[in-house]
């Protein structure tokens, strides 16, 4: 043992107490004392910022050595952030990046060199190289010694603002993001303009809203904005357009992101297989451009929402509005914020007037005494006086009798800056010129009275100049829209391939030996349908055990009410056969369904799965046994309903099924389904928001037109996008003729042409290719009617008739030449009468998903006891069909007492 511990022991025996001598502190001491003054700096001074005036702390030191070093020019960064070291007590790296971005902000701070890019997320140089000063907007907004209320640094050698005396929301205005001790800030910037905008609103007595705006553009959807509190969410998009049928291209970035970070997301989502790319390339300079190469195959529409749905190019951002009120954090919505910063506004607007009324006062009461002064020559009775008591009490007898106009008493102060008085002053003194001086100082002291008087429509008209002054190039950069919700596994690339052993009852992406089914995803569910009658929906895995008997599997859509399932099944081991159509529109995963009428030994004798509500023919034939007499007959699925799938089912018959043969494929029995267009969000649905465009068949179209001078006939998705140039959207009808107007670039002259799609699903251009040509009007009316009005007045307005002046020609024809003049615009007129064609209309089959009955009505009634099932031909069925509508007719005409024949 050493000689310490040996002293330790020895001491011990010595002093037994020692050890209890000790002072303990408990945590929540420590807590208390040393944590909560750790926080409350944090949160005061330097994380949050003030709501008097917008800055944290940093930023009002980096504003104040700004102003201190103000000349005019431009002072190193490097300089600057030395300067504040003054009265920021902290590094300059804060300092300077602090700096940065309040200068990328582009509202306080005029830059010069390299000051990194809020696109790319490219850093600015280092502080010795790049230079700045103040922008004439803080100049005039945020500084005025007279009103700024003062303390001593953090050293006591300086003195620093409180608040700066910013007479603007500029919070709202820059934004501000800040993580302090137990709580954080995240206020989202606004438009220059809209914010003055609601600022004046607000003085007016209107109520008003105000939404974020981001330098880097996008688009954003403000519906769970939740006025920028606790809660809210604003969804943000890239720009992205679709430049050909292999390329994307973004032009505006989301909030948050850069390029950088954008197409790493993009190339791990390709990596993942969730999207498809074939290459990449970053163009951004002073402008976003990032364009996307396409594999052969891979749809552009498709591409954008899977882009949205696994990449940064859609972002959540949670908003926070915690300001400091009072010297406490307070949370606030920005519609609080921006009132309480127009009423800082009013407050300040209302010291600065006092104090120029107080100023223009004493102006013009010292040039009243001046004039009185020399004017009445006082200044000649202190030549007699000895002492200085003698001269201030001459001054101030001679003054008396002169001054009963004045608005205050003369003070020994005043009299004083009267003997400091110039004698050149004194004999160049003009009567006249100093009566007009005091005269302007009265017409601007009534000025500023009447200001005060009318101080509300004072900070409107400041609100209005501050605008006019510095509201251009500040327009909205942000494009406001309402998304809609993307479903991830309809646009997620299908990255893995599925496979099932049937016989084992396996099913799953690993088994490359067994049977394919088709490609899928990770996300994917997947449907199986078993002999057994049972039916599962589980998530797509490498290999899943689902049952032997395995008659059907697919990737499952959910909410799918296309998909009809066809199907005959024997009820128990020998019971009767029935057949049923049903959908399946959602269940609960891995559990399992019984789709035949629960008995044991049920059995699928029949079954197919059709993606648009096909019904095909089969041929039943039955066992040859007792006296059964028809062993064969047909049986068309269109005959029958579709249900739900717990429905029972028509009896087919009760006799033992030998064989069901596929005849002949059948079409959709489903109705045209109507699909509506959403202007708001400039999407294709099915669910009646928008403007409805039609009924819809497998094989019908839409018509697209875009003010480029490009169109094209395509078949309906609900996943397209479409240009913010588009001017036609509407169901096609190819022998509908479409009418324009169009100057032509290379001929500089207008033309009229009418032309039909002559290649549906392609894209074409049917202006000319030259730079300057330009689409002046495009109609599909059948026979359009079109009011030219040229730009020189001594030409009158011509009617067109399109049908008249121009015959139906190929989509590449020039047209015929309208007028070499300058046109000033092109007006529609009524177009002339035209009886379109009816279109075919189809019966409605509906999908009835709630019903759950027993048993379906076929349209013929078939007797169970019956030997012959089904014996009806089609032939007797449509003589049937005649002759109840012939009864049909004949019981209408009655009730109308009238006769009518059928045919």
């Given at each position: 043992m050493s000689e310490e511990n040996n002293n330790y022991e020895h001491d011990e025996e010595l002093n037994p107490s020692t050890e209890n001598t000790e002072t303990i502190t408990k945590v929540t001491g420590m807590y208390k004392e040393w944590f909560l003054d750790y926080a409350s700096y944090v949160i005061l001074e330097r994380a949050v910022p003030s709501i008097e005036d917008g800055f944290k702390p940093v930023q009002r030191r980096i504003m104040h050595s700004m102003k201190d070093l103000d000349d005019g020019r431009y002072n190193k960064v490097a300089n600057i952030v030395g300067h504040t070291m003054q009265y920021h007590p902290h590094g300059d790296a804060s300092i300077a990046d602090a700096m940065v971005q309040m200068g990328q902000k582009e509202l306080l701070i005029d830059m010069q060199g390299n000051w990194g890019n809020i696109f790319t997320g490219d850093r600015a140089a280092a502080s010795r190289y790049i230079e700045a000063r103040l922008s004439k907007f803080a100049l005039d907004v945020v500084f005025n010694p007279k009103t700024t209320e003062w303390q001593l640094s953090y050293d006591g050698r300086k003195k620093e603002p409180i608040n700066l005396p910013v007479k603007f929301p500029l919070l709202l205005a820059q934004g501000a993001e800040g993580i302090a001790?137990?709580?954080?800030?995240?206020?989202?910037?606004?438009?220059?303009?809209?914010?003055?905008?609601?600022?004046?609103?607000?003085?007016?007595?209107?109520?008003?809203?105000?939404?974020?705006?981001?330098?880097?553009?996008?688009?954003?959807?403000?519906?769970?904005?939740?006025?920028?509190?606790?809660?809210?969410?604003?969804?943000?998009?890239?720009?992205?357009?679709?430049?050909?049928?292999?390329?994307?291209?973004?032009?505006?970035?989301?909030?948050?992101?850069?390029?950088?970070?954008?197409?790493?997301?993009i190339l791990k989502a390709n990596e993942k297989g969730t999207i498809k790319i074939k290459r990449i390339e970053d163009n951004t300079a002073a402008e976003v451009e990032i364009v996307i190469h396409l594999p052969p195959n891979v749809s552009p529409d498709k591409t954008i929402d899977a882009l949205y749905a696994f990449t940064s190019c859609e972002n959540s951002i949670s908003p926070l509005g915690c300001i400091i009120e009072n010297n406490k954090p307070v949370f606030l919505g920005v519609t609080e914020v921006l009132k309480k910063s127009t009423e800082f506004t009013v407050d300040l607007l209302k010291k600065e007037l006092e104090i120029q009324l107080h100023e223009l006062e004493e102006q013009w009461h010292f040039a009243s005494l001046?004039?009185?002064?020399?004017?009445?020559?006082?200044?000649?009775?202190?030549?007699?006086?000895?002492?200085w008591e003698g001269v201030i009490e001459a001054i101030d007898k001679g003054l008396k009798p002169h001054t009963e106009h004045l608005r205050r008493e003369v003070t020994e102060e005043d009299i004083v800056r009267l003997t400091e008085i110039r004698i050149k002053r004194i004999s160049k003194f003009d009567i006249d010129k100093a009566k007009l001086f005091i005269e302007s100082l009265e017409e601007k002291i009534t000025e500023v009275k009447h200001h005060l008087d009318h101080l509300i429509d004072f900070a409107i008209d400041y609100f209005k100049e501050l605008k006019?002054?510095?509201?251009?190039?500040?327009?909205?950069?942000?494009?406001?829209?309402?998304?809609?919700?993307?479903?991830?596994?309809?646009?997620?690339?299908?990255?893995?391939?599925?496979?099932?052993?049937?016989?084992?009852?396996?099913?799953?992406?690993?088994?490359?030996?067994?049977?394919?089914?088709?490609?899928?995803?990770?996300?994917?569910?997947?449907?199986v349908f078993k002999e057994d009658g049972s039916m599962l929906v589980t998530k797509v895995a490498a290999k899943t055990f689902v049952g032997k008997g395995v008659i059907h599997v697919a990737v499952f859509k959910k909410k799918d009410k296309r998909t009809v399932y066809n199907m005959i099944y024997r009820d128990g081991a020998k019971g009767a056969s029935y057949m049923k159509r049903f959908t399946v529109t959602g269940t609960t995963r891995d559990k399992e369904y019984d789709l035949t009428n629960g008995s044991k030994g049920s059995k699928i004798l029949y079954f197919s799965a059709n993606p648009n509500g096909e019904a095909e023919v089969v041929t039943i034939l039955l066992r040859a046994v007792g006296s059964i007499k028809k062993l064969k007959w047909d049986i068309d699925f269109a005959d029958l309903a579709i249900k739900s799938r717990t429905a029972r089912g028509n009896q087919v018959t009760k006799y033992a099924i030998k064989k069901i043969e596929f005849k002949s494929a059948g079409v959709s029995t489903?109705?045209?389904?109507?699909?509506?267009?959403?202007?708001?969000?400039?999407?294709?649905?099915?669910?009646?928001?928008?403007?409805?465009?039609g009924e819809f068949k497998a094989e019908d179209k839409i018509l697209i037109a875009t003010q480029n001078g490009k169109i094209k006939a395509v078949t309906p998705d609900?996943?397209?996008?479409?240009?913010?140039?588009m001017i036609v959207l509407e169901k096609w009808k190819p022998k509908k003729p479409i009418s324009a107007i169009y100057f032509d670039g290379n001929k500089e002259r207008y033309f009229v042409k009418r032309f039909l799609i002559e290649s549906p699903d392609k894209e074409?251009?049917?202006?000319?290719?030259?730079?300057?040509?330009?689409?002046?009007?495009?109609?599909?009316?059948?026979?359009?009617?079109?009011?030219?009005?040229?730009s020189k007045?001594?030409?009158?307005?011509?009617?067109?008739?399109?049908e008249e002046f121009i015959a139906v020609k190929g989509i590449k024809a020039l047209g015929n030449q309208l007028t070499t003049e300058k046109i000033r615009t092109v007006n529609l007129l009524d177009s002339l009468p035209y009886e379109e064609p009816e279109e075919e209309k189809v019966e409605d089959i509906e999908v009835n998903e709630e019903e759950e009955i027993a048993e379906d009505i076929l349209p013929l009634e078939v007797e169970e006891s019956s030997t012959k099932e089904f014996e009806e031909t089609k032939e007797d069925k449509?003589?049937?069909?005649?002759?109840?509508?012939?009864?049909?007719?004949?019981?209408?005409?009655e009730d109308d007492d009238t006769q009518t024949s059928l045919f």
């Open positions: 001790v137990g709580l954080s800030t995240k206020i989202l910037p606004h438009n220059f303009n809209e914010l003055i905008d609601a600022s004046i609103k607000y003085l007016r007595g209107k109520s008003f809203t105000i939404l974020p705006d981001f330098l880097t553009g996008g688009i954003a959807d403000f519906t769970g904005y939740n006025d920028g509190k606790r809660g809210g969410r604003v969804r943000v998009r890239a720009k992205i357009s679709q430049f050909d049928k292999k390329t994307l291209v973004i032009t505006e970035i989301p909030f948050g992101t850069t390029t950088t970070t954008l197409i790493e997301s001046e004039r009185i002064f020399i004017e009445n020559r006082i200044y000649r009775d202190i030549e007699e006086q000895e002492t006019e002054k510095y509201g251009k190039g500040k327009e909205r950069k942000t494009e406001i829209r309402i998304f809609d919700d993307i479903v991830a596994t309809k646009v997620v690339m299908r990255n893995a391939k599925l496979y099932v052993n049937r016989e084992e009852g396996f099913i799953g992406t690993s088994l490359k030996k067994d049977e394919y089914i088709s490609d899928c995803a990770d996300i994917d569910d997947v449907i489903l109705k045209p389904r109507k699909i509506w267009f959403d202007d708001t969000v400039q999407r294709l649905n099915v669910d009646e928001r928008g403007e409805l465009l609900l996943a397209m996008h479409f240009d913010d140039d074409e251009l049917f202006i000319s290719e030259h730079e300057k040509s330009k689409l002046e009007i495009i109609t599909t009316d059948y026979r359009p009617m079109a009011e030219v009005v040229f007045r001594s030409l009158e307005s011509i009617e067109v008739n399109f449509a003589k049937k069909a005649l002759e109840r509508a012939l009864q049909k007719k004949k019981k209408s005409a």
